[in-house]
């Protein structure tokens, strides 16, 4: 299992990007990248997934460069409601997987 | 949108009690999953579940706890003889592909 590294906290403030950058060099060929959100006393919430490249849905982007040993997720003009924990995940696409979640980052978006 | 459902949103028990938690997956969605958070701390997988039965189990999953479906639509989490340490918020996810699951919204379980 790939493990992953990610910062512990950021902070930004309204209407900014914000870009969350996860390390994971020893992923295999058959893992794939999913970034999920959790609010407080909410269970996590898919947000998006990728392989390589960039990938773009309606909250946020994804960006996987060439070796893929690391990922970025980049969020455009944060608001405070996107104040929560964004976990970084990597793994086998074959269905019935569990998931491992790290420690995640959390991040504090100020007005 | 389609979404899990978890019933009681909170749960108080007495430790050595048993307490079933319920969960109704997406209705499309061929993959079961229990996690649990204990506060503060990870989300950890508990148990996986497919076909009408377990797929994948956590060491935390041990001899205490069992899953069942007992119908076309719910998807059970049985914890015999609860322990202080059960204490947790318990997420059911569903799903048909590995990495992208949905969460319910959680039972808060308080073992006192």
């Known amino acids: 299992l790939a493990k992953t590294t990610q910062p512990i906290s950021m902070d930004s403030y309204e209407g900014q990007e914000v870009n969350i950058t996860c390390s994971h060099n020893?992923?295999?060929?058959?893992?794939?990248i999913t970034w999920y959100q959790q609010f407080p006393s909410q269970g996590p919430r898919f947000i998006i997934q990728?392989?390589?490249t960039k990938v773009t849905n309606e909250v946020a982007s994804l960006f996987i460069p060439a070796d893929r040993k690391s990922s970025t997720l980049s969020l455009p003009r944060v608001s405070l409601s996107d104040t929560a924990v964004y976990y970084c995940?990597?793994?086998?696409?074959?269905?019935?997987?569990?998931?491992?979640f790290g420690g995640g980052t959390r991040l504090m978006v100020k007005p | 949108e389609p979404e899990v459902t978890q019933t009681p949103s909170h749960q108080v028990t007495q430790m050595g009690q048993e307490v079933i938690l319920r969960c109704v997956p997406i209705?499309?969605?061929?993959?079961f999953y229990w996690y649990r958070q204990i506060l503060g701390q990870k989300v950890e997988f508990l148990v996986s579940?497919?076909?009408?039965?377990?797929?994948?189990k956590s060491e935390i999953f041990d001899d205490q706890f069992s899953v069942e479906r007992p119908d076309g639509s719910n998807f059970t989490l049985k914890i015999r003889s609860t322990k202080l340490e059960d204490s947790a918020m318990y997420f059911c996810?569903?799903?048909?592909?590995?990495?992208?699951?949905?969460f319910g919204p959680g039972t808060r379980l308080l073992v006192l």
């Open positions: 996810a569903s799903g048909n592909f590995g990495q992208t699951q949905y």
């Open positions: 020893n992923i295999a060929t058959n893992d794939y």
């Open positions: 990728g392989y390589k």
């Open positions: 995940l990597v793994g086998d696409f074959n269905a019935g997987n569990m998931l491992t």
């Open positions: 209705s499309n969605h061929l993959y």
């Open positions: 579940f497919y076909n009408n039965e377990i797929s994948e």
